[in-house]
């Protein structure tokens, strides 16, 4: 499975908006990008996902690399209750369950 | 309005003993998975499902069984209790495709000593 990569922390200020990077440099045509969240003590929460185009939701934007070898989360302002573990996996089209293979996420720091 | 319910939320268990996990979600999805996250890394794949009466392994299934009779129901198996157990357990389920995404329960906080 395509792997990706992302910094180990991150920190940012209150109201302020958040870019976090993830290269995934061998992804394949098939593959989706997923993001997810995991505030503490808690499950894993979907937050977005696309495959070529930008994409917009109530909780963040994604954009994608014209040639989908990175993409960035955008958090256009950022709370306290952002502060949790946003991991960007791949969800591959051609394995069996199209299973997520969590790598380790950034762990995104929120000062007031 | 329920999604993925995990049962128990904690337990303590001795060396060797037995329990299941029990994964039940009302959305309808085909597939659904088991997860362990162990303290301060990142899930790993226990088991998953592509739907009732088909399971297959993932990452890490040494020490668990699993079984899918129906379409909500789940459950993980640990027969003989260790301290590498020690783990939470989160469930999840989704929609068939790489365009579907996860809906996660709010684990299982186990300890094994």
């Known amino acids: 499975d395509a792997k990706t990569t992302q910094p180990n922390s991150m920190e940012s200020n209150e109201e302020e908006p958040v870019h976090l990077p993830c290269n995934h440099s061998?992804?394949?045509?098939?593959?989706?990008i997923h993001w997810y969240r995991q505030l503490p003590s808690q499950g894993p929460e979907y937050v977005i996902h696309?495959?070529?185009s930008n994409v917009n939701n109530r909780m963040a934007s994604l954009a994608i690399a014209e040639d989908r070898k990175s993409s960035t989360l955008i958090l256009h302002r950022a709370t306290l209750r952002d502060a949790a573990v946003y991991y960007c996996?791949?969800?591959?089209?051609?394995?069996?369950?199209?299973?997520?293979?969590f790598g380790g996420g950034t762990r995104l720091m929120v000062k007031p | 309005n329920a999604g993925v319910t995990q049962t128990p939320k904690f337990r303590i268990l001795k060396i060797g003993q037995s329990m299941t996990l029990q994964c039940t979600q009302d959305?309808?999805?085909?597939?659904m998975y088991w997860y362990r996250q162990d303290p301060g890394m990142g899930l790993k794949l226990i088991y998953y499902?592509?739907?009732?009466?088909?399971?297959d392994k993932g990452e890490v299934p040494n020490g668990y069984n699993v079984s899918r009779s129906t379409t909500e129901d789940f459950p993980l198996r640990l027969e003989l209790a260790a301290p590498s157990q020690t783990s939470v357990y989160f469930c999840?389920?989704?929609?068939?495709?790489?365009?579907?995404?996860?809906?996660f329960g709010n684990g299982t906080r186990l300890t094994v000593t």
């Open positions: 999840a389920s989704s929609f068939v495709g790489s365009g579907s995404p996860l809906h």
């Open positions: 061998t992804i394949s045509g098939t593959d989706y």
């Open positions: 696309g495959l070529t």
């Open positions: 996996i791949l969800r591959a089209i051609n394995n069996a369950g199209n299973m997520l293979t």
């Open positions: 959305m309808n999805h085909n597939y």
């Open positions: 499902s592509v739907g009732a009466g088909i399971t």
